[in-house]
């Protein structure tokens, strides 16, 4: 019950507009009842030219309709029928088109809620969310996942309301007709219901189970589209078909046991109903036989009770969407309700870098491991600082401190003393760009990249930044020139064509902090001297930050560190570093070696 109060809350903007839905199907459930309450008349007075007689007793206002009613020829009480039953039609058209519609309306606006709320959700995530999370598995919860929370809303709670509204109605009608007869019904009702019940329940766990095979399908696909060229490259087309036809027969699987449990409900529900249903045709035709009640009214009372298996079908197909929905809907919240680690909720602006920027006695873990221990560190304005030390040391951890990626457990690190944890963080990263050696572009034009967080500046700006960054000429080359699309991840680029773009947008934003890690790390000779003079460009009067695997690269920065083993172990000028015994010496020594060979060769 609790998980579906959380369910409903979904509904609360709307619940104004949900309560006239709600009114259209109680208007359509009392036409409902009139259509069927035709078949007295119709029965005993137009057909048979006999009395209505009802085995029960009357408020005064039906006693004196029905009097009226026995009183009437059959032919003129036939042309009344014909048009109340046409204008009982029209009524319920228009009520059943308004509720479909306004609870289709509210089904689609969750989803459009619901969905919003998750993505931006996923926009204020820190980066050790994701590392946590497949990206397969995210997508279903924004997809799947709140597909089936609309249908539950739309469909499911349509037909829980006004299939209930069926059941009161015709269980009513029942009643009044014969108190002994509607007993029967709910003898019946139990053996109806507890199999839905049941059923329900092993759906809401099979769902649960369908929903994380949907998410490693996503999953697997995802993969596969952007490692096409490595799965290719690796002729490994046939074990990624394997591997996702496992995944794909599991979740099958899977889906075919909710599906058999949901089509058992059905005629199950359907048998036990005409069980009833025969009894009651057997108990109430001697009724009928014996004067104590009209054909018409026996008829009303049978399609009355037959009218209640429709509802009982509905509303055990309603529990099978609801069951989905709720198992959906435990997924959302472990999203919704997930704890964002880095919150944008300081208002303190960050001044523009005037002094330094402080690592003081900073720790940093990933889960339980430890990645950086005691990091202390003074950056001055303008100064270039380069980082380097052996694979997984820690130093892009180091660089995702600076825009707060990740918060350090212990330890601080300020801007000219300005503690980074207590400022905005739109005013902290306004004032840093990032080249990435995974260049991250998007699906749209050159410009919309290079101008991206910077796109109102216009087309004149975005040039300069990529003539800066030795862009333009092949930009002008491509089919649009800056406003041609380069595909999902920049595929229709080369990688250093890519890279220029990335710096191009990074020259544009204009930043003080600037952090280049290993930008020229997978890039051929040429694109490499290309990258490198944009790099140039991009590095003059601004502090960088830059992590580089060929140490050749950073000869000319102020400040080398070295870091392994969590810590910063040396630290210095490349001409200090080399005249002193250490980690930076061989790792120098050794590739000027390896470059001597290959030139050899």
């Known amino acids: ?24 199907m109680g208007l359509s459930t009392i036409f409902d009842g009139m259509s069927l309450g035709m078949i007295v008349p119709l029965s005993d007075k137009v057909l048979t030219d006999k009395k209505i007689i009802l085995p029960a007793k009357l408020p005064a206002f039906l006693e004196n309709l029905i009097t009226q009613i026995n009183g009437m020829p059959p032919f003129e009480l036939l042309k009344i029928m014909a048009f109340v039953v046409l204008a009982v039609i029209f009524l319920k058209g228009v009520v059943t088109y308004f509720q479909g519609y306004i609870m289709s309306d509210i089904g689609q606006c969750v989803m459009r809620d619901v969905r919003l709320q998750l993505y931006r959700k996923f926009l204020n995530f820190s980066l050790d969310f994701y590392a946590r ?40 009608v029942i009643f009044f007709i014969n108190w002994k007869l509607a007993l029967i019904v709910f003898f019946v009702l139990p053996m109806l219901t507890f199999p839905i019940i049941n059923v329900g329940k092993k759906l809401r766990k099979l769902s649960k189970s369908s929903q994380e095979r949907m998410a490693d399908i996503n999953s697997s696909i995802s993969e596969t589209i952007f490692g096409i060229r490595i799965i290719k490259g690796f002729s490994m087309e046939g074990y990624e078909s394997k591997k996702f036809q496992r995944i794909n027969w599991d979740y099958y699987k899977l889906m075919m046991k909710s599906i058999k449990r949901t089509l058992l409900l059905s005629p ?19 009724e009928v036989i014996a004067g104590r009640m009209s054909f018409g009214v026996f008829g009303l009372f049978l399609g009355s009770l037959l009218s209640l298996v429709r509802p009982f079908k509905k509303l055990s197909s309603v529990n099978s969407l609801i069951q989905q929905a709720l198992a959906a809907n435990t997924r959302i919240y472990e999203v919704l309700e997930e704890k964002v680690l880095i919150s944008d909720e300081n208002r303190e602006q960050l001044n523009p870098l005037s002094g330094e920027i402080v690592f003081e006695d900073v720790y940093f873990k990933y889960e339980n491991t430890d990645v950086l221990s005691g990091i202390n560190l003074k950056v001055k304005k303008e100064q270039i600082v380069a980082i380097v030390g052996p694979s997984g040391a820690g130093k892009s951890t180091l660089l995702d401190l600076i825009p707060r990626f990740y918060d350090p457990y212990k330890g601080r690190i300020t801007i000219d003393g300005q503690d980074i944890k207590k400022v905005s963080l739109e005013s902290l990263r306004r004032q840093i760009a990032l080249v990435t050696q995974e260049t991250i572009l998007f699906n749209d034009t050159v410009m919309a990249n290079i101008g991206y967080g910077s796109i109102d500046l216009g087309l004149e700006r975005v040039k300069e930044a990529a003539i800066k960054a030795n862009a333009h000429d092949f930009i002008m080359k491509l089919p649009k020139g800056y406003d041609t699309i380069i595909g999902d991840r920049g595929f229709k680029l080369s990688g250093g064509e890519k890279q220029r773009v990335a710096i191009a947008r990074a020259i544009l934003k204009n930043p003080a902090i600037l952090i280049l890690d290993e930008a020229t790390s997978q890039l051929d000779a040429e694109s490499e001297k290309l990258v490198q003079e944009a790099i140039d460009n991009l590095m003059q009067l601004r502090t960088v930050f830059m992590v580089a695997h060929r140490l050749s690269t950073v000869k000319n920065a102020h400040k080398i560190l070295v870091i392994d083993k969590k810590r910063i172990i040396q630290e210095g000028t490349h001409k200090e570093l080399i005249s002193q015994e250490g980690l930076y010496k061989r790792l120098y020594e050794m590739q000027t070696l390896e470059s001597q060979i290959q030139d050899l060769e």
């Open 1 to 24: 019950m609790k998980e579906y109060l959380k369910l409903l809350k979904f509904l609360k903007p709307y619940s104004f507009v949900f309560f006239i839905a709600s009114v259209f």
């Open 133 to 172: 999370k497949k990206g397969g598995e995210l997508i279903s919860r924004i997809t799947n996942d709140v597909r089936l929370v609309e249908n539950a809303v739309s469909y499911g709670l349509t037909d829980l309301i006004y299939q209930t509204l069926q059941v009161i109605l015709f269980t009513i």
């Open 268 to 286: 199950a529900t359907e048998f036990v109903g005409a069980m009833a249903g025969i009894f009651v045709f057997y108990y109430g035709g001697k």
